[in-house]
């Protein structure tokens, strides 16, 4: 592991490609060479597939060519050159050819690897309106009655019920289709995904018209998606003839939505992309999305048909070197968009749901006020901004929101400054609440050596006051007819950051509890600079942003500075939101987490990726996300489930998860994290160094 641990296929990705070569119209000769030169530049650059356009090897556009014998000795001759050059090359071709199968011609696929035609994938389903005619000269897939065809002296599979196995490659199951089979409505790839491909191939020739472009991304986008898939899709470019149509080389790669990869249109060149797509993602989200299982079942009869070819490649090439960095955008943020108007969207949508929420409980339980502790820091403030905006809702004055900031032994000046400012921006009931006296009382009641002048901050000292803060806002709450508001966020219950039983921890209703504190963050930023609560205000809740995180729980030795650093003991939250995200979301490796997280936060200047939009406060080496994982991945699993299992009610915002365990997350209270720890003791700890003068 140790060895290759910075080699992308170690970590369930595969590097596909799609090629659109420049071709000429009835030029076998020239064409196959064109495409043998980007398969080897695919396969010099670590891919294990390369896809190219529909009947690339005589170009789409011969029309009643195809009925010329010449040119179909000639594309059977070129397949065969093609064949022959794949004996050296680490990875799967799949080119377009016209195939001749008895008396009938067919717009195939043909799958190349290892020296030999692993398989033929003819079209099943042509075109005939607008400016097509293929029924004139090609037969549909389903004409066929053989299972095989002979090519190059050998019987070779066909059909189009096959999927192509590259054993080499863990989890990498591929199906083909050609063009107008994705357009269909229940396209040939929905059941090969059901039968376990998990990249499905398009090739394509697609005219270009006005329009069609932004169509094809829509098609494929929802086609990965819906089968939980990569989807590889490619058409011709330069060369096709331009009699009727035009042609803009359009190439696309997804995975299961997303887009990875395109190619530029209208290039005179040839061209090659690439994408590193995750297969045990795809994985991951066909057990978590049991309904994938359940149309399994559904769908037995078609998914029985297919037969799966097993397509070796010589064991050689990049992707199987002891590095291969990942050339694929990985977020540092990944609860939060790097793209300003997707995160204005994003801090929109969930600010909603908060309040929403909130409106919701409220209203169906006839209660019209809510008491809430007011800290001056994030978390409180941003609940208290929610709290604003329902009342606003439910036509209900500010005024019933009752804010209490309590301080004790270790509140900071700052931050009781900023707890007024923000109970006034607000125009809530704000009230201010000594604790120290009832503290003192408890430490004095217990015997501890506080009460009696003795310096002594242990974790009973910082628990009395938060637990006294709790005691009040519940009290209150009964007195007043209200009921508490929560806000502790999801990366604190993931790492246990909360004391049992107290604020943090407990309420009748918490709006933070499925927000990652990176979220909060811009949700107050944005909040701030949309005017949510009233134009004024934004620089109090700036002013928020930039206070340490702290609990505030010990007195501070100099300058009103706390003494207290929540990070310093549990790791910066950046990063162990990014390890949340990976590990609640898709159920990672911690291996797989770390080289994620080193490819995110690691030296961008070596990297492939440009800085991310949003500002990060540092950067990481392998060591310090080892570190940190390490932190992170005891805590959740071992230390802190038990908090877990009795949150209060809280709406879940976001596809990332949450940690209720009415929701998302069942998991025992006592189990262990050696497993977890295991895995991480595999990863290395340091990143090579680049070779001098690099």
């Not at 998990?198 to 094809?216: F, I």
């Not at 704000?430 to 003795?454: N, T």
């Not at 950051?497 to 933070?512: A, L």
Request: hydrophobic fraction near 40%; aromatic fraction near 8%; proline fraction near 5%.
């Amino acid at each position: 592991m140790k060895e290759r641990f910075f080699n992308l296929y170690t970590h369930g990705f595969a590097r596909v490609a799609v090629g659109v070569p420049r071709c000429r119209v009835a030029d076998p000769v020239f064409n196959a060479a064109e495409t043998l030169a980007l398969a080897r530049e695919a396969a010099e650059k670590g891919a294990a597939l390369v896809a190219f356009p529909e009947l690339g090897l005589s170009a789409y556009t011969c029309d009643d060519l195809f009925r010329q014998k010449a040119l179909l000795e000639a594309c059977d001759e070129a397949l065969r050159s093609l064949a022959e050059a794949s004996a050296s090359l680490p990875l799967a071709m799949i080119v377009g050819v016209p195939v001749r199968v008895g008396h009938s011609l067919f717009n195939c696929a043909a799958v190349i690897a290892g020296g030999r035609i692993a398989g033929v994938v003819p079209k099943s389903y042509l075109p005939n309106y607008g400016e097509f005619y293929e029924p004139r000269q090609f037969s549909a897939a389903d004409c066929a009655r053989t299972d095989t065809v002979s090519l190059g002296g050998e019987d070779v599979p066909f059909g189009a019920s096959l999927l192509f196995d590259l054993p080499q490659v863990e989890g990498l199951r591929f199906h083909v289709e050609i063009c107008e089979d994705v357009w269909v409505p229940i396209p040939p790839s929905s059941f090969a995904a059901l039968g376990g491909a998990s990249v499905l191939v398009n090739l394509s020739a697609s005219n270009v018209v006005v329009g069609k472009a932004g169509y094809r991304h829509q098609l494929v986008s929802q086609q990965s998606a819906r089968c939980l898939a990569a989807y590889l899709y490619t058409s011709a470019g330069k060369g096709e003839s331009t009699t009727d149509m035009a042609w803009d080389g359009q190439a696309l790669v997804y995975e299961n939505g997303e887009l990875l990869a395109h190619s530029e249109r209208f290039l005179d060149d040839s061209q090659l992309i690439f994408a590193d797509v995750d297969l045990e993602r795809l994985a991951q989200e066909r057990i978590r999305q049991t309904t994938f299982g359940d149309s399994i079942r559904r769908h037995h009869d078609e998914i029985a048909k297919f037969r799966v070819i097993r397509c070796d490649v010589p064991q050689a090439g990049a992707w199987e070197s002891p590095v291969l960095p990942l050339a694929r955008r990985v977020e540092r943020f990944p609860y939060v968009p790097a793209d300003s108007k997707r995160r204005d969207e994003r801090c929109n949508e969930v600010y909603n749901i908060q309040v929403q929420a909130l409106v919701q409980r409220l209203s169906q339980s006839g209660i019209k006020k809510v008491v809430i502790g007011v800290s001056g820091g994030l978390d409180s403030t941003h609940a208290l901004l929610v709290c604003a905006k329902a009342m606003d809702r439910l036509a209900l004055p500010r005024a019933n929101i009752l804010a209490y900031t309590m301080p004790g032994f270790a509140t900071s000046e700052r931050t009781l400054r900023q707890a007024r400012q923000l109970m006034a921006l607000v125009g809530c009931t704000a009230s201010e609440i000594d604790i120290r006296p009832s503290c003192m009382q408890m430490l004095e009641d217990l015997g501890h050596p506080y009460s009696e002048g003795k310096a002594e901050y242990d974790v009973t000292f910082e628990n009395v006051q938060a637990g006294e803060r709790t005691n009040h806002l519940f009290r209150l709450a009964n007195f007043n007819h209200a009921i508490v508001i929560g806000t502790g966020d999801l990366s604190e219950l993931a790492l246990g950051w909360c004391t049992y039983g107290v604020g943090d921890h407990m309420s009748h209703y918490n709006v933070n509890a499925s927000v990652p504190k990176t979220l909060i963050t811009h949700l107050v930023r944005w909040v701030a600079e949309t005017g949510q609560i009233g134009e004024s205000g934004s620089e109090v809740l700036e002013a928020v942003l930039d206070t340490d995180i702290s609990p505030e729980l010990i007195p501070g030795k100099a300058n009103g500075a706390p003494e207290q650093k929540t990070e310093s003991v549990i790791g910066p939250y950046e990063l162990q939101d990014f390890n949340l995200y990976y590990t609640l979301r898709f159920g990672f490796a911690p291996s797989k987490v770390a080289f994620l997280a080193q490819h995110a936060w690691g030296d961008r200047e070596r990297g492939a990726w440009p800085e991310s939009a949003l500002v990060a406060r540092n950067q990481y080496d392998l060591a310090d996300i080892k570190r940190n994982l390490g932190i992170f991945l005891d805590r959740f699993f071992r230390q802190s489930q038990f908090k877990r299992t009795c949150i209060p009610n809280a709406p879940k915002v976001g596809s990332g998860g949450s940690l209720s365990p009415r929701g998302d997350w069942r998991a025992p209270s006592d189990s262990e994290s050696v497993v977890w720890l295991a895995d991480l003791a595999r990863v290395p700890d340091a990143a090579p160094q680049p070779p001098a003068g690099s």
